[in-house]
């Protein structure tokens, strides 16, 4: 059977690094071994790479390249066409453009789910967003 594909969004993989007070660390930690474990076909959006570097900055660089070169092993990295780039600077039915770009990248690579903390942020996305706790459910 095949594994299932999903998108991680970018307060997941925080909440795993900085091992952040978030009433979903214990299941983002999960999701983020079940993804190691080759278990999900992980997928991160191409520019949560650069915004785990900046909110990373308190770090050494060399311990910075360490996290993303561990985040790159577990999981792939998807990007957005210039179609699904451009269709996502015109779609205002999105608060946050990011959020935007995590969505288009999801569609992108064929996921099933977009696993975030903040919901209420992905009412309008393509792809179905749902937060760890509620992924883990399902996956049962």
């Known amino acids: 059977m095949k594994n299932m594909e999903v998108l991680i969004d970018t307060n997941v993989l925080l909440n795993y690094i900085t091992n952040r007070e978030d009433k ?28 785990l570097w900046y909110v990373l900055r308190k770090k050494s660089d060399k311990e910075r390249r360490k996290n993303l070169r561990d985040i790159c092993t577990i999981f792939s990295v998807a990007s957005a066409s210039q179609t699904e780039i451009i269709d996502a600077i ?4 999105f608060v946050d453009f990011e959020d935007c770009l995590q969505d288009k990248c999801a569609k992108e690579v064929g996921a099933e789910y977009i696993i975030t903390v903040n919901e209420k942020d992905f009412v309008n996305s393509e792809i ?3 937060n760890p706790y509620e992924f883990l459910r399902k996956l049962k």
């Open 24 to 51: 979903y660390l214990n299941d983002c930690i999960r999701i983020v071994e079940l993804c190691a474990l080759g278990k999900l076909n992980g997928y991160i959006a191409f520019h949560t790479l650069s915004t």
């Open 90 to 93: 015109e779609k205002d039915s």
């Open 128 to 130: 179905k967003a749902m």
